[in-house]
């Protein structure tokens, strides 16, 4: 792996990694992979069912290339899923049409020996190879983003079984039996420490730690849950990889940004909807990297109202080490046309 500094000469993405503002903003957006895209719809349907795509390197390269190609982002992230650390584990899982994910439920410790770490070799390989494709075939201008599910946002799926509203069965094992759901924390998080590692092994210019579910726990669970774990997988991947940025994306948890980010050691961070300019700006002004925030939504809306939100976000963050992206996933009706315009917007900044 080559350092930092030799990597920035060529990817616009790593510059504000190594402090400096770059005009115009680096720009990808999560999920930029997706149902929005026709020509991602037909791939998909061609590899039959989404774990299916995950795991067939020509194809999830091939779906992780194409918004390269339509808007040229500063950065790609590898096309796989959060939930591909579960399934690797043992824990079958299976994507339902229109439904989301589905997983047999781990309610107790009993439950847990149906995972292990030493199951995960030949699925992980499958997405480093997918890596490892990716990064001969990108323009050698374009970031590769590798990522992770954090261990306790995973873990809400791997107890639930399915995504919830209130991630209530995660949050209650937790509370009856601490040491117990600890134990899957931990596995969680050494079974992340090694699916990132491969990835950057296998070519990762920087990477993304997506704690979606980060909100919905109470203060002092937090610091156990989401700080601690977190801050492992942070000082493994800087023992074994240094010099390879990480994002963190504790979704939900604005209130906690300044401990999140003094406690984790994380590069960067990426932040929400909700997290206002203001912070987003004081974070940045603190030599942390920022990345967001735009809604959604008003990629669906489009017009003014989309770009005057992109003027406002860049005008709060002139200047500073940031990144433009959105403050969650692309929608699946999303217009691609709206896209390419805030691309287009972006760079007539520069
Ligand atoms: O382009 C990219 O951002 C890279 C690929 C990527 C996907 N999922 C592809 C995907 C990434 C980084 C993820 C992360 C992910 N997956 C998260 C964290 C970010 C977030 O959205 O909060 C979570 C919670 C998941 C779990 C997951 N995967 C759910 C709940 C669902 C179903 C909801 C939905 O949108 O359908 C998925 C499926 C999924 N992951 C799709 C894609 C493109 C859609 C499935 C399809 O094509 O049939």
């Known amino acids: 792996?080559?350092?930092?500094?030799?990597?920035?000469?060529?990817?616009?993405?790593?510059?504000?990694?190594?402090?400096?503002?770059?005009?115009?903003?680096?720009?990808?957006?999560?999920?930029?992979?997706?149902?929005?895209?026709?020509?991602?719809?037909?791939?998909?349907?061609?590899?039959?069912s989404f774990l299916k795509l995950c795991y067939s390197p020509e194809l999830a390269a091939e779906v992780t290339l194409q918004p390269i190609r339509r808007f040229g982002f500063d950065a790609a992230i590898l096309f796989s899923d959060i939930l591909v650390v579960p399934d690797a584990l043992g824990q079958t899982v299976r994507f339902e049409e229109g439904e989301g994910p589905r997983l047999d439920p781990?309610?107790?410790?009993?439950?847990?020996?149906?995972?292990?770490?030493?199951?995960?070799?030949a699925k992980f390989s499958l997405v480093c190879e997918t890596v490892a494709r990716l990064r001969q075939d990108l323009p050698r201008e374009t970031a590769l983003i590798g990522f992770c599910g954090a261990p306790w946002t995973v873990a809400t799926y791997v107890v639930e079984?399915?995504?919830?509203?209130?991630?209530?069965?995660?949050?209650?094992?937790?509370?009856?039996?601490?040491?117990?759901?600890?134990?899957?924390?931990?596995?969680?998080?050494?079974?992340?420490?090694?699916?990132?590692?491969?990835?950057?092994?296998?070519?990762?210019?920087?990477?993304?730690?997506?704690?979606?579910?980060?909100?919905?726990?109470?203060?002092?669970?937090?610091?156990?849950?989401?700080?601690?774990?977190?801050?492992?997988?942070?000082?493994?991947?800087?023992?074994?990889?240094?010099?390879?940025?990480?994002?963190?994306?504790?979704?939900?948890?604005?209130?906690?940004?300044?401990?999140?980010?003094?406690a984790t050691g994380v590069d960067g961070v990426s932040c929400d909807t909700s997290c206002p300019l203001g912070v987003m700006q004081k974070k940045a002004r603190s030599g942390t990297v920022v990345q967001g925030n735009l809604d959604p939504l008003l990629l669906l809306t489009g017009g003014d109202a989309l770009d005057r939100r992109v003027e406002e976000i860049c005008a709060s963050m002139n200047g500073l080490p940031f990144v433009f992206n959105l403050g969650h996933g692309i929608v699946p009706d999303t217009p691609p046309e709206n896209v390419a315009r805030v691309v287009e917007r972006l760079r007539a900044k520069g």
């Not at 009993?110 to 030493?118: F, M």
């Not at 002092?220 to 963190?248: L, N, S």
């Open 1 to 48: 792996m080559r350092d930092l500094e030799s990597r920035t000469a060529e990817r616009r993405f790593l510059f504000p990694f190594t402090g400096k503002a770059v005009a115009p903003a680096p720009v990808w957006l999560m999920r930029q992979a997706g149902r929005y895209l026709p020509e991602y719809r037909k791939v998909r349907a061609q590899a039959g």
């Open 106 to 121: 781990i309610r107790a410790l009993d439950d847990l020996g149906r995972l292990a770490l030493s199951k995960t070799g």
């Open 161 to 262: 079984g399915r995504g919830s509203a209130d991630q209530s069965a995660a949050r209650h094992w937790a509370y009856r039996d601490p040491q117990g759901f600890s134990q899957l924390v931990e596995l969680l998080t050494d079974a992340s420490i090694e699916y990132l590692s491969g990835q950057v092994r296998a070519g990762a210019d920087a990477l993304q730690i997506f704690d979606s579910w980060a909100g919905s726990l109470a203060d002092d669970q937090f610091e156990r849950w989401v700080i601690a774990p977190t801050a492992k997988i942070v000082q493994a991947m800087r023992a074994r990889h240094p010099g390879v940025p990480i994002i963190g994306f504790p979704r939900g948890a604005s209130a906690m940004l300044t401990r999140y980010i003094e």
